[in-house]
């Protein structure tokens, strides 16, 4: 059986101090989510490992994620938060990356008022900290932040980056460019992706077939440095499921030609350097 590796997921509880969202407004997910949540959400699917991804822009976050990784097997990786541009970044950044589940940072970009901020000199000693202890840089961005990231790519060639949910494209309203072509230059960059995020950006009630133009460019793209992860629980606020999610990327990506067995395992695997597909 072909193994199975949710490359972005979350879980969060509501009680940990600093946690902001999901607020009242988010009805669907506004509660707690964690392990047993998820085993649930994927009854049916053998699923071998995730990749768990966070949810706060806080420390005491990423720290309650660690915690959790330890005592989850399920959970292969943890991509945490550190504030970039604090003074003592990147000691945090040494300090967790000891953590032996610990794979990366995502600083929240689509948040950041300033288009242009991962750019700033003030960033260079976390960067350097980043690439010296080997983690990664999930970059959580939208169509505006694409040139920017090209070249901070450029200035960072050997930080190993994958871009989230696919940078967001604006799927509600069925605009391809200029996402179309600044994406191509990140994937000719090297950079990896994820086929994750899409059906919280489409229209509500539109079918998953819909997003058919962005898998097939994304599979033409990136081809084995795309990876497919579930967005769950945000996945939610589509009125999708995982299961549902995972069936219709599976089709979806079958008819753009991708190869599977990287999409939903190899590409998370090499990228998050996980030792085995196989849960223990």
């Not at 879980?11 to 669907?28: D, H, I, K, M, Q």
């Not at 690439?131 to 050997?158: K, N, S, Y």
């Not at 599976?250 to 999409?263: H, I, P, Q, T, Y």
Request: glycine fraction near 6%; aromatic fraction near 8%; include cysteine.
């Amino acid at each position: 059986m072909m193994p199975l590796i949710d490359a972005h997921q979350h879980f969060w509880s509501l009680a940990t101090p600093g946690t902001a969202w999901p607020t009242a407004a988010e009805a669907e997910i506004h509660r707690d989510f964690g392990p047993e949540d998820l085993v649930n959400a994927a009854a049916g699917v053998q699923l071998d490992g995730t990749v768990l991804v966070q949810s706060q822009p806080t420390d005491r976050d990423t720290d309650w994620m660690l915690a959790l990784a330890e005592r989850t097997p399920l959970v292969r990786a943890v991509v945490g938060w550190v504030d970039l541009a604090a003074p003592h970044a990147a000691d945090r950044i040494i300090e967790i990356a000891r953590q032996p589940k610990m794979r990366g940072v995502r600083p929240m970009l689509q948040s950041i008022a300033d288009t242009d901020w991962l750019l700033q000199d003030a960033l260079t000693p976390a960067l350097e900290a980043l690439q010296a202890t080997g983690l990664r840089l999930d970059a959580l961005v939208q169509p505006r932040h694409l040139p920017m990231l090209a070249r901070f790519v450029e200035r960072w060639p050997d930080l190993p980056i994958v871009i989230d949910h696919a940078a967001k494209p604006h799927a509600a309203r069925a605009i391809l460019d200029p996402w179309r072509d600044d994406i191509a230059r990140l994937g000719g960059l090297g950079l990896y992706c994820k086929l994750s995020g899409l059906r919280t950006e489409q229209a509500t009630g539109r079918p998953a077939a819909d997003l058919i133009p962005y898998v097939e460019h994304l599979v033409h793209v990136f081809g084995e440095r795309l990876m497919w992860g579930s967005d769950w629980p945000v996945l939610l606020l589509s009125g999708d499921g995982w299961s549902a999610w995972h069936a219709d990327a599976l089709s979806l990506a079958g008819r753009a030609g991708a190869d599977v067995e990287r999409l939903f395992a190899d590409a998370a695997m090499e990228f998050y350097a996980l030792e085995t597909a196989n849960a223990q």
